[in-house]
Nanobody
Framework: VQLQASGGGLVQAGGSLRLSCAVS????????VGWFRQAPGMKREFVGA????????VYADSLKGRFTISRDNAENTVYLQMNNLKHEDTAVYYC????????????????????WGQGTQVTVSS
């Protein structure tokens, strides 16, 4: 399974970005997909995750209401819509896939994911 994250860039505070995670090597419908981020000098932080069917999404409490995950199984792609971005959202964003259903994993734990993309940089200027 290969994952390719894209869509990062430089945005002003209050702006929006949509990240994409293209999944190949396996149909995305067979994978739970999570988003994580890592700022310099910090631990990798859970952002959110979506179930294989797309019927369930979970988010870090601090990001609820600003970030939304969706998936297009026909396109084998998962999206992370980020609104009202803040300077503290600056980080490298990663998507990851687990072959297990979301109910069977600790979705906030990076170690529960089997495959990772290369990351895309998001920089929010204040």
């Amino acid at each position: 399974v290969q994952l390719q994250a894209s869509g990062g860039g430089l945005v002003q505070a209050g702006g929006s970005l949509r990240l994409s995670c293209a999944v190949s090597g396996r149909t995305v419908i067979s994978t739970t997909v999570g988003w994580f981020r890592q700022a310099p000098g910090m631990k990798r932080e859970f952002v959110g995750a979506v179930s294989r069917s797309g019927g369930r999404t979970v988010y870090a409490d601090s990001l609820k209401g600003r970030f939304t995950i969706s998936r297009d199984n026909a396109e084998n792609t998962v999206y992370l819509q980020m609104n009202n971005l803040k300077h503290e959202d600056t980080a490298v964003y990663y998507c990851a896939a687990s072959l297990s259903p979301i109910s069977a994993i600790d979705h906030q734990n990076p170690n529960e994911y089997d495959y990772w993309g290369q990351g895309t940089q998001v920089t929010v200027s204040s």
